[in-house]
């Protein structure tokens, strides 16, 4: 029973790719060796129509000899135009998003500017409050001094007037 993995008719598909084979003017085991395969007859079969090609014959094909995959199964040039014309539709699709992104690249990278920005605003303002805070502890250190000296002078003041 014969495996079936392509679809399109068996025998254009058999016909190009023996016309392939003898355009290019080579054997059935030339054309095999070519594609890496271990037998000619493997080739012959395709021919016949009485085997498959792999996927590694069929992208074999194509890297070798140039030809286009949607040929081989049958398609004509006005579905290669169609498949151009979608190609053509999704490249522009492909640089819109191009476009898309560039423009959120430069929106991410200006956003990222002013966090930059903000940090080092950030960064100088804690700065300056740590400052504030070192000068408040030490106007208390200051207080807490002039306290503990002033209660020694109330008490003297005290002791003087109780002596009057």
Known sequence: MK???LHGDD?????RVKQ???????????????????????ISDIERGSRDPSKRVLLGIRAH???DLNWLFGGGPDEIKSLQIENDDKAMQLNELRSQITQK???????????????????????????KERQISE????ITTL??????????????????
């Not at 084979?21 to 594609?35: H, I, N, P």
């Open 3 to 5: 495996k079936e993995i």
């Open 11 to 15: 025998q254009c598909l058999a016909a």
């Open 20 to 42: 392939i084979r003898t355009e290019e003017g080579l054997s059935q085991a030339e054309f095999a060796e070519v594609l890496g395969l271990s037998s000619p007859a493997i």
């Open 65 to 67: 000899f140039g030809r």
């Open 105 to 131: 690249v430069e929106e991410t990278s200006s956003l990222n500017e002013r966090i930059d920005q903000l940090l080092r605003q950030n960064q100088d303002k804690d700065l300056k409050l740590e400052k």
């Open 139 to 142: 106007l208390k250190d200051e």
């Open 147 to 164: 306290l503990k000296e002033n209660s020694g002078l109330k008490d003297e003041l005290l002791a003087f007037m109780r002596k009057q």
